[in-house]
Protein backbone atom coordinates (compact mmCIF):
# COMPACT_ATOMS: atom_id res chain seq x y z
CA UNK A 1 0.00 0.00 0.00
CA UNK A 2 2.97 2.40 0.86
CA UNK A 3 4.63 1.75 -2.56
CA UNK A 4 1.49 2.19 -4.15
CA UNK A 5 1.11 5.39 -2.42
CA UNK A 6 4.50 6.56 -2.99
CA UNK A 7 4.15 5.60 -6.74
CA UNK A 8 0.91 8.25 -6.66
CA UNK A 9 3.05 11.05 -4.97
CA UNK A 10 5.64 10.99 -7.50
CA UNK A 11 2.99 10.66 -10.46
CA UNK A 12 1.27 13.76 -9.18
CA UNK A 13 4.21 15.53 -8.85
CA UNK A 14 5.48 14.50 -12.78
CA UNK A 15 1.86 15.66 -14.09
CA UNK A 16 2.16 19.03 -12.13
CA UNK A 17 5.45 19.60 -13.36
CA UNK A 18 4.33 18.45 -17.03
CA UNK A 19 1.52 21.22 -16.18
CA UNK A 20 4.44 23.29 -15.48
CA UNK A 21 2.79 23.55 -11.36
CA UNK A 22 5.66 23.85 -8.86
CA UNK A 23 5.82 21.78 -6.32
CA UNK A 24 7.28 22.58 -2.18
CA UNK A 25 7.79 20.02 0.64
CA UNK A 26 8.17 22.38 3.72
CA UNK A 27 9.30 20.21 6.87
CA UNK A 28 7.09 22.66 9.96
CA UNK A 29 9.11 22.36 12.99
CA UNK A 30 5.87 21.81 15.28
CA UNK A 31 2.60 23.70 16.74
CA UNK A 32 3.76 24.91 19.57
CA UNK A 33 3.17 28.30 19.39
CA UNK A 34 0.49 30.78 18.62
CA UNK A 35 3.77 32.58 16.23
CA UNK A 36 3.91 28.75 14.90
CA UNK A 37 0.07 28.66 13.99
CA UNK A 38 0.46 32.08 12.35
CA UNK A 39 3.63 31.30 10.38
CA UNK A 40 1.89 27.68 9.29
CA UNK A 41 -1.25 29.46 8.14
CA UNK A 42 0.92 32.17 5.80
CA UNK A 43 3.19 28.73 4.41
CA UNK A 44 -0.44 27.03 3.22
CA UNK A 45 -2.23 29.74 3.00
CA UNK A 46 0.09 31.81 0.60
CA UNK A 47 0.76 28.22 -1.61
CA UNK A 48 -2.99 28.09 -2.01
CA UNK A 49 -3.71 31.23 -3.74
CA UNK A 50 -0.32 31.22 -5.90
CA UNK A 51 -1.37 27.64 -7.36
CA UNK A 52 1.53 25.79 -5.46
CA UNK A 53 1.64 21.95 -4.89
CA UNK A 54 2.73 21.95 -1.09
CA UNK A 55 3.71 18.41 0.86
CA UNK A 56 3.42 19.71 4.11
CA UNK A 57 4.92 18.16 7.46
CA UNK A 58 4.62 18.62 11.14
CA UNK A 59 7.46 17.30 12.86
CA UNK A 60 5.95 17.77 16.48
CA UNK A 61 9.17 19.82 17.62
CA UNK A 62 11.16 16.40 16.93
CA UNK A 63 14.37 16.80 14.60
CA UNK A 64 14.20 13.21 13.53
CA UNK A 65 10.79 14.04 12.17
CA UNK A 66 11.98 16.76 10.12
CA UNK A 67 14.77 15.11 8.79
CA UNK A 68 12.23 11.81 7.71
CA UNK A 69 10.16 14.69 6.27
CA UNK A 70 13.48 16.18 4.12
CA UNK A 71 14.30 12.91 3.00
CA UNK A 72 10.84 11.77 1.67
CA UNK A 73 10.80 15.59 -0.67
CA UNK A 74 13.83 14.18 -1.72
CA UNK A 75 12.51 10.78 -2.66
CA UNK A 76 9.53 12.60 -4.45
CA UNK A 77 11.35 15.04 -6.27
CA UNK A 78 9.99 18.42 -5.22
CA UNK A 79 11.46 21.58 -6.94
CA UNK A 80 11.83 23.12 -3.54
CA UNK A 81 12.30 22.28 0.55
CA UNK A 82 11.27 24.49 2.91
CA UNK A 83 12.78 24.09 6.55
CA UNK A 84 12.77 25.73 9.72
CA UNK A 85 15.02 23.62 11.49
CA UNK A 86 13.81 22.81 15.40
CA UNK A 87 17.63 23.01 16.33
CA UNK A 88 20.46 24.60 14.90
CA UNK A 89 23.12 21.48 14.79
CA UNK A 90 22.77 17.95 13.11
CA UNK A 91 21.75 19.04 9.50
CA UNK A 92 24.71 19.01 7.14
CA UNK A 93 24.02 14.87 6.29
CA UNK A 94 20.45 15.60 5.09
CA UNK A 95 21.26 18.71 3.66
CA UNK A 96 23.94 16.69 1.81
CA UNK A 97 21.44 14.56 -0.04
CA UNK A 98 19.04 17.26 -1.01
CA UNK A 99 22.28 19.18 -2.42
CA UNK A 100 23.28 15.50 -4.02
CA UNK A 101 19.79 15.16 -5.28
CA UNK A 102 19.40 18.89 -7.00
CA UNK A 103 17.02 20.30 -4.88
CA UNK A 104 17.30 23.49 -3.14
CA UNK A 105 16.78 23.80 0.54
CA UNK A 106 15.49 27.34 1.85
CA UNK A 107 15.74 27.98 5.79
CA UNK A 108 12.53 29.51 6.62
CA UNK A 109 12.68 30.98 10.09
CA UNK A 110 15.63 29.35 11.84
CA UNK A 111 19.10 29.08 10.48
CA UNK A 112 21.58 26.03 11.00
CA UNK A 113 25.45 25.63 12.08
CA UNK A 114 27.35 24.62 9.32
CA UNK A 115 31.05 24.79 7.92
CA UNK A 116 29.55 24.58 4.46
CA UNK A 117 26.47 27.17 3.71
CA UNK A 118 26.58 25.93 -0.16
CA UNK A 119 24.09 23.50 1.57
CA UNK A 120 21.66 25.51 1.38
CA UNK A 121 20.43 28.22 -0.78
CA UNK A 122 19.16 30.96 1.35
CA UNK A 123 17.86 31.60 4.90
CA UNK A 124 14.21 33.76 5.14
CA UNK A 125 13.38 34.99 8.64
CA UNK A 126 14.39 37.18 11.80
CA UNK A 127 17.76 38.40 12.85
CA UNK A 128 17.14 37.17 16.81
CA UNK A 129 19.98 38.86 18.31
CA UNK A 130 18.57 42.18 17.28
CA UNK A 131 15.20 41.21 18.61
CA UNK A 132 17.37 40.56 21.78
CA UNK A 133 19.61 43.43 21.90
CA UNK A 134 15.83 45.29 21.17
CA UNK A 135 14.35 43.80 24.21
CA UNK A 136 17.23 44.86 26.25
CA UNK A 137 17.46 48.65 24.83
CA UNK A 138 13.42 48.55 25.71
CA UNK A 139 14.40 47.56 29.33
CA UNK A 140 17.07 49.29 30.07
CA UNK A 141 14.83 52.67 28.77
CA UNK A 142 12.06 51.29 30.83
CA UNK A 143 13.99 51.08 34.04
CA UNK A 144 16.08 54.65 33.44
CA UNK A 145 12.58 56.42 33.11
CA UNK A 146 10.71 54.66 35.92
CA UNK A 147 13.13 54.11 38.59
CA UNK A 148 16.45 56.68 37.29
CA UNK A 149 18.45 53.50 37.62
CA UNK A 150 19.17 50.79 35.64
CA UNK A 151 19.22 48.00 38.03
CA UNK A 152 17.12 44.91 38.53
CA UNK A 153 16.95 40.85 39.01
CA UNK A 154 16.21 38.99 35.39
CA UNK A 155 14.34 35.53 35.32
CA UNK A 156 14.81 34.31 32.08
CA UNK A 157 12.17 32.19 30.10
CA UNK A 158 14.40 30.21 27.64
CA UNK A 159 13.02 28.57 23.92
CA UNK A 160 13.86 25.36 22.95
CA UNK A 161 17.06 24.24 24.36
CA UNK A 162 19.59 24.50 20.91
CA UNK A 163 17.57 26.60 18.99
CA UNK A 164 18.21 29.54 17.05
CA UNK A 165 16.46 32.08 18.50
CA UNK A 166 16.38 30.89 22.06
CA UNK A 167 20.54 31.09 21.57
CA UNK A 168 20.63 34.78 19.72
CA UNK A 169 17.79 36.31 21.40
CA UNK A 170 19.71 35.20 25.10
CA UNK A 171 22.74 36.66 23.56
CA UNK A 172 21.32 40.05 21.87
CA UNK A 173 19.44 40.59 24.90
CA UNK A 174 23.05 39.90 27.44
CA UNK A 175 25.20 42.07 24.88
CA UNK A 176 22.71 45.14 26.03
CA UNK A 177 22.57 44.37 30.18
CA UNK A 178 26.58 43.35 29.84
CA UNK A 179 26.89 47.27 30.41
CA UNK A 180 24.70 47.47 33.73
CA UNK A 181 26.62 45.75 36.29
CA UNK A 182 23.30 46.10 38.93
CA UNK A 183 21.24 44.44 35.80
CA UNK A 184 21.67 40.70 36.02
CA UNK A 185 20.22 37.45 35.11
CA UNK A 186 19.58 35.43 38.32
CA UNK A 187 17.38 33.02 37.01
CA UNK A 188 17.08 31.06 33.63
CA UNK A 189 15.04 27.87 32.12
CA UNK A 190 14.16 26.34 29.06
CA UNK A 191 10.22 26.40 28.66
CA UNK A 192 10.69 25.19 25.53
CA UNK A 193 8.46 28.26 23.67
CA UNK A 194 5.59 26.44 25.02
CA UNK A 195 2.77 28.43 27.63
CA UNK A 196 2.23 25.36 29.57
CA UNK A 197 6.52 24.68 30.24
CA UNK A 198 6.01 28.64 30.86
CA UNK A 199 4.19 28.21 33.75
CA UNK A 200 5.99 25.61 34.88
CA UNK A 201 8.95 27.04 34.87
CA UNK A 202 7.37 30.58 36.05
CA UNK A 203 6.19 28.01 39.42
CA UNK A 204 9.55 27.26 40.21
CA UNK A 205 11.06 30.48 39.90
CA UNK A 206 8.18 32.10 42.23
CA UNK A 207 9.42 29.35 45.18
CA UNK A 208 13.59 30.58 44.33
CA UNK A 209 15.37 32.23 47.03
CA UNK A 210 16.17 34.89 43.93
CA UNK A 211 13.02 35.31 43.56
CA UNK A 212 12.10 36.41 47.26
CA UNK A 213 15.74 38.78 47.36
CA UNK A 214 15.09 40.02 44.09
CA UNK A 215 14.02 44.28 44.74
CA UNK A 216 12.53 44.71 40.78
CA UNK A 217 11.34 41.47 39.36
CA UNK A 218 11.86 41.33 35.55
CA UNK A 219 10.50 38.51 33.70
CA UNK A 220 11.92 37.86 30.25
CA UNK A 221 10.61 35.36 27.94
CA UNK A 222 12.07 33.88 24.73
CA UNK A 223 8.48 33.88 23.31
CA UNK A 224 5.09 35.47 24.30
CA UNK A 225 3.38 31.79 24.66
CA UNK A 226 5.82 31.29 27.73
CA UNK A 227 5.51 34.36 29.09
CA UNK A 228 1.89 34.26 28.72
CA UNK A 229 1.96 31.04 30.88
CA UNK A 230 4.34 32.59 33.49
CA UNK A 231 1.52 35.43 33.80
CA UNK A 232 -0.86 32.40 34.92
CA UNK A 233 1.49 31.34 37.51
CA UNK A 234 1.94 34.82 39.07
CA UNK A 235 -1.46 35.38 39.05
CA UNK A 236 -2.02 32.05 40.83
CA UNK A 237 0.49 33.10 43.22
CA UNK A 238 -1.49 35.90 44.06
CA UNK A 239 1.55 38.34 42.44
CA UNK A 240 0.06 41.21 40.40
CA UNK A 241 2.32 40.79 37.20
CA UNK A 242 1.73 44.02 36.12
CA UNK A 243 2.48 45.91 38.97
CA UNK A 244 4.72 43.84 40.70
CA UNK A 245 7.51 43.01 37.61
CA UNK A 246 7.96 44.27 34.50
CA UNK A 247 7.18 41.63 31.95
CA UNK A 248 8.90 41.04 28.29
CA UNK A 249 8.21 39.09 25.77
CA UNK A 250 8.91 38.15 22.16
CA UNK A 251 6.92 37.58 18.74
CA UNK A 252 3.85 39.81 19.06
CA UNK A 253 0.89 38.05 19.48
CA UNK A 254 -2.38 39.34 19.32
CA UNK A 255 -2.94 37.50 22.93
CA UNK A 256 0.30 39.36 24.08
CA UNK A 257 -1.22 42.95 22.92
CA UNK A 258 -4.04 41.80 24.83
CA UNK A 259 -2.10 41.10 27.73
CA UNK A 260 -0.34 44.61 27.19
CA UNK A 261 -3.86 46.10 27.49
CA UNK A 262 -5.02 44.55 30.59
CA UNK A 263 -2.05 45.68 32.25
CA UNK A 264 -0.70 42.42 32.93
CA UNK A 265 2.45 42.21 30.47
CA UNK A 266 4.72 45.45 29.47
CA UNK A 267 5.93 45.15 26.00
CA UNK A 268 6.66 42.30 23.29
CA UNK A 269 8.85 42.51 20.10
CA UNK A 270 8.08 41.30 17.08
CA UNK A 271 9.10 38.68 15.21
CA UNK A 272 6.78 38.23 11.88
CA UNK A 273 5.74 34.83 11.07
CA UNK A 274 3.65 36.01 7.61
CA UNK A 275 6.76 35.16 5.59
CA UNK A 276 4.45 33.00 2.96
CA UNK A 277 4.81 35.48 0.30
CA UNK A 278 8.51 36.49 0.84
CA UNK A 279 9.16 32.54 0.71
CA UNK A 280 7.65 31.89 -2.23
CA UNK A 281 8.62 34.66 -4.30
CA UNK A 282 12.41 33.22 -3.07
CA UNK A 283 10.87 29.75 -4.33
CA UNK A 284 9.63 30.81 -7.53
CA UNK A 285 12.86 32.87 -8.52
CA UNK A 286 14.88 29.63 -7.93
CA UNK A 287 12.73 27.53 -10.31
CA UNK A 288 12.62 30.36 -12.53
CA UNK A 289 16.60 30.10 -12.56
CA UNK A 290 17.44 33.27 -11.06
CA UNK A 291 19.58 33.64 -8.13
CA UNK A 292 18.27 34.79 -4.36
CA UNK A 293 20.03 36.95 -1.52
CA UNK A 294 21.52 34.19 0.73
CA UNK A 295 19.58 36.27 3.45
CA UNK A 296 16.57 37.80 4.18
CA UNK A 297 15.32 39.13 7.31
CA UNK A 298 11.62 40.29 7.92
CA UNK A 299 10.53 43.61 9.06
CA UNK A 300 9.65 44.21 12.84
CA UNK A 301 8.71 46.50 15.61
CA UNK A 302 8.49 46.72 19.07
CA UNK A 303 5.02 47.18 20.60
CA UNK A 304 4.39 48.55 24.62
CA UNK A 305 1.81 49.76 26.99
CA UNK A 306 1.85 53.06 25.07
CA UNK A 307 0.57 51.48 21.74
CA UNK A 308 -0.95 47.75 22.28
CA UNK A 309 -4.51 48.41 22.93
CA UNK A 310 -4.97 50.62 20.28
CA UNK A 311 -3.29 48.40 17.99
CA UNK A 312 -5.12 45.29 19.31
CA UNK A 313 -7.44 44.97 16.79
CA UNK A 314 -5.40 45.15 13.67
CA UNK A 315 -2.96 42.42 15.16
CA UNK A 316 -6.12 40.05 15.97
CA UNK A 317 -6.60 40.51 12.00
CA UNK A 318 -3.38 39.27 11.16
CA UNK A 319 -3.29 35.96 13.50
C1 LIG B 1 11.03 32.51 15.79
C2 LIG B 1 10.38 31.15 15.94
C3 LIG B 1 10.03 30.90 17.37
C4 LIG B 1 8.97 31.84 17.94
C5 LIG B 1 8.29 30.93 18.90
O1 LIG B 1 11.29 32.76 14.47
O2 LIG B 1 11.25 30.14 15.49
O3 LIG B 1 9.50 29.58 17.47
O4 LIG B 1 9.50 32.98 18.56
C6 LIG B 1 8.20 29.66 18.07
O5 LIG B 1 7.03 31.36 19.34
O6 LIG B 1 7.92 28.57 18.85
Redesign the pocket.
Known sequence: MRKVMAFLVVMAISVSAMAGQITVGFAQ??A?????TA?TDSIKGEAASRGINLIFSDAQQKQENQIKAVQSFIAQGVDVIGL?PVVNSGWEPVLREAKEAGIPVILA??TVDTSDDSLYVSFI??N?IMEGESAGNWLVRELKAKYGDVKGEVFELV??VG???AID?KKGFENVIASYPNLNIVKSQSGD??RAQGKEVMEAFIKSPEWTKAQTKIIYG?????VLGAIQALEEAGVNPGKECIIIG??A?ADAFEAIAQGKMHVTVE?N?LIGPQFYDMVEALVAGKTIPKIVYSNEGTYDYYCAAALLPWRRSLY
Open positions: LGESMWRNPDRGSFGTAAPRFTHNDDMVDICP
